[in-house]
């Protein structure tokens, strides 16, 4: 059972007595409770709220995984494929369907490199956790094709636009075959202009096991070299290891 069906078994019964009863007041709080649980958990992939998201990996030893969401990017990809083989890491590209149908010499690069090319949906809609079943399949669907034609691989691993879930995300990742992964340590590489502070930001969210989300495209090619340097060089310092994503959820 999920969290949001335990949290809507205790809710509606005890909104539904209220209500019956004439405590009103007390039947609007617990839909209000529910209510902000559904939008706090739609929105925070760390509380698993609608189903078994992984965003940690089992690793009890000092070991992370580096993923970068939205490429492949025909500016940053490459330096970034560069940068990862001069130092020998080996990552997971969350890529978009779009873009990988449209950069398919890119798409197989990555995975020529020994680094996993995952499931970041086809359209990367912002509307995307509102898709009925129906058109969420679909885009799901077209992404898996898009990166099986492009590289011969199909994804095992989804992460949905802007770490938004709801039960379809769950419901058609597991018809796909797909698991839905988060992540733990965000660098918010999007929104901060300092490397530092993205480093920064995802050193205090690093535990063995952990997650790191950076983007790839989102942001100037100059600023996610820099950034990933950084960062190689600060898990080097924490006795980090970096391992793929797949290693690290085994
Ligand atoms: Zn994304």
């Given at each position: 059972m999920t969290r949001f069906n335990f949290a809507?078994?205790?809710?509606?019964?005890?909104?539904?007595?209220?209500?019956?009863?004439?405590?009103?007041?007390?039947?609007?709080?617990?839909?209000?409770?529910?209510?902000?649980?559904?939008?706090?958990?739609?929105?925070?992939?760390?509380?698993?709220?609608?189903?078994?998201m992984v965003c940690q990996g089992k690793s009890s030893r000092r070991c992370v995984a580096l993923t970068f969401?939205?490429?492949p990017d025909a500016r940053s990809t490459p330096k970034l494929l560069q940068l990862l083989r001069n130092l020998g890491i080996k990552a997971a590209f969350f890529g978009v369907g779009r873009r990988v149908a449209e950069n398919p010499e890119l798409a197989a690069w990555i995975v020529s490199e020994g680094h996993l090319l995952e499931n970041h949906s086809y359209e990367h809609s912002n509307l995307t956790n509102v898709f009925s079943v129906i058109r969420l399949r679909d885009d799901l669907r077209r992404a898996?094709?898009?990166?099986?034609?492009?590289?011969?691989?199909?994804?095992?691993?989804?992460?949905?636009?802007?770490?938004?879930?709801?039960?379809?995300?769950?419901?058609?990742?597991?018809?796909?075959?797909?698991?839905?992964?988060?992540?733990?340590?965000?660098?918010?590489?999007?929104?901060?202009?300092?490397?530092?502070?993205?480093?920064?930001?995802?050193?205090?969210?690093?535990?063995?096991?952990?997650?790191?989300?950076?983007?790839d495209g989102n942001i100037p090619d100059e600023r996610l070299v820099t950034t990933v340097k950084m960062?190689?060089?600060?898990?080097?310092?924490?006795?980090?290891?970096?391992?793929?994503?797949?290693?690290?959820?085994k």
């Open positions: 809507t078994l205790i809710a509606l019964p005890l909104a539904i007595l209220a209500f019956g009863s004439g405590h009103w007041g007390v039947a609007r709080v617990v839909i209000l409770i529910l209510l902000i649980l559904i939008g706090l958990g739609s929105a925070i992939p760390q509380m698993r709220f609608f189903g078994p969401d939205d490429g898996q094709q898009a990166i099986q034609k492009a590289t011969g691989i199909l994804p095992r691993f989804f992460r949905p636009p802007i770490g938004l879930t709801n039960p379809r995300v769950f419901r058609v990742a597991r018809d796909l075959g797909l698991t839905v992964v988060g992540w733990g340590a965000g660098g918010l590489d999007t929104q901060l202009t300092s490397s530092e502070r993205i480093v920064n930001r995802i050193t205090r969210r690093l535990k063995p096991g952990a997650i790191i989300l950076l983007h960062l190689l060089e600060r898990l080097r310092t924490l006795e980090y290891e970096v391992v793929r994503l797949d290693q690290l959820l």
